[in-house]
Nanobody, 127 residues
Framework: QVHVVESGGETVQAGGSLRLSCAAS????????MGWFRQAPGREREFVGG????????LYGESVKGRFTITRDIANKTVNLQMNSLKPEDTAVYYC????????????????????WGQGTQVTVSS
């Protein structure tokens, strides 16, 4: 199985930056894509971004393009979400997840493809 743990959520001021980290471990995690999702109270879960583990392709949600960047550390099986120019609308619980169905260079934004999820980390952006 795959275990996923995300961390780094904090309260920050609007316009600030924050980096979230996601560590994954498991039998075949190195061959799978990893993604970030977020969910705010009263809203549906939203795809933030993802990265293909076997390749280097990334995919971002429209609301975060140009502000958020996903990077990876293959050796440590870790992906990071660098969040810049944060807005109050970015306030949400952020989840890291693993897509076990992805190809080496594939990453998708559909939540139903991601089987393994972390517990979530709270990001709060104050006005």
């Amino acid at each position: 199985q795959v275990h996923v743990v995300e961390s780094g959520g904090e309260t920050v001021q609007a316009g600030g930056s924050l980096r979230l980290s996601c560590a994954a471990s498991g039998r075949t995690v190195s061959t799978n894509a990893m993604g970030w999702f977020r969910q705010a109270p009263g809203r549906e879960r939203e795809f933030v971004g993802g990265i293909a583990w076997g390749g280097d392709k990334t995919l971002y949600g429209e609301s975060v393009k140009g502000r958020f960047t996903i990077t990876r550390d293959i050796a440590n099986k870790t992906v990071n979400l660098q969040m810049n120019s944060l807005k109050p609308e970015d306030t949400a619980v952020y989840y890291c997840a693993v897509d076990p169905y992805s190809g080496l260079n594939e990453v998708v934004g559909s939540a139903d493809r991601y089987t393994y999820w972390g517990q979530g980390t709270q990001v709060t952006v104050s006005s």
